[in-house]
């Protein structure tokens, strides 16, 4: 296996126990034939055990000067590799998994409150990223795209949302409290997901 098959490997674990430590802890089935001789407990214990004493406490990432979690920096923007990523519920929309959990609860939670929220654009690749500032030009110029290489989709930690009225006072009022901002003043669609280092 080359090293690039060992960073493939490692970024899969990596992203599996990234989505463990953000699902929230569910009691597990206590039963299954896997006993362990020598203590009695069986497997699903100890991994119910594991996930609840993982879930329990906030899971600190390291971040860069810019915010950016190092565990993303080392693949670098739009090119961030699918298995370091997570569908947003079941939308075909893939961010860094704790971005792409703490959105799949909102959008659960708004639509419990009776709203619609939508997603239009996730994860930008770096020639996605190129492809749309050639059609929509820069940011900096006027346009609608961010210099390819800084987009905060190329990170999987920004959404572009479809939000009507309601859903975009619903997220004005809540999206904070799934760690998401609305931080580019011309684009009321666009959410980036930010962590407390």
């Given at each position: ?65 810019k915010g950016i979690p190092t565990d993303l920096t080392a693949y670098g923007n739009g090119k961030i590799p699918s298995n ?53 030009g820069l940011y900096s110029r006027g346009g609608l795209a961010a210099k390819p290489g800084t987009s905060e989709h190329g ?6 949302l479809d939000l009507n009225a309601k859903a975009l006072s619903w997220m004005r009022a809540n999206a904070s409290k799934y ?19």
């Amino acid at each position: 296996m080359g090293i690039e098959g060992v960073n493939s490997r490692i970024a899969n674990i990596q992203s599996r126990i990234i989505a463990l430590q953000t699902q929230s802890a569910t009691p597990a089935s206590r039963t299954t034939s896997a006993t362990s001789s020598a203590s009695g407990t069986t497997f699903a214990n100890y991994l119910s055990d594991a996930v609840a004493t993982q879930s329990a406490s906030p899971t600190k990432y390291t971040v860069d000067s810019k915010g950016i979690p190092t565990d993303l920096t080392a693949y670098g923007n739009g090119k961030i590799p699918s298995n370091a990523l997570q569908e947003v519920g079941n939308t075909g929309h893939r961010l860094w998994a704790p971005a792409a959990q703490q959105l799949t609860d909102l959008i659960a939670d708004a639509k419990r409150d009776g709203v619609t929220i939508g997603i239009t654009d996730s994860y930008r690749s770096y020639d996605e990223q190129v492809d749309l500032a050639k059609r929509k030009g820069l940011y900096s110029r006027g346009g609608l795209a961010a210099k390819p290489g800084t987009s905060e989709h190329g990170w999987g930690m920004a959404t572009d949302l479809d939000l009507n009225a309601k859903a975009l006072s619903w997220m004005r009022a809540n999206a904070s409290k799934y760690g998401f901002e609305d931080n580019v003043p011309r684009e009321s669609w666009h959410w980036a997901y930010k962590l407390n280092s």
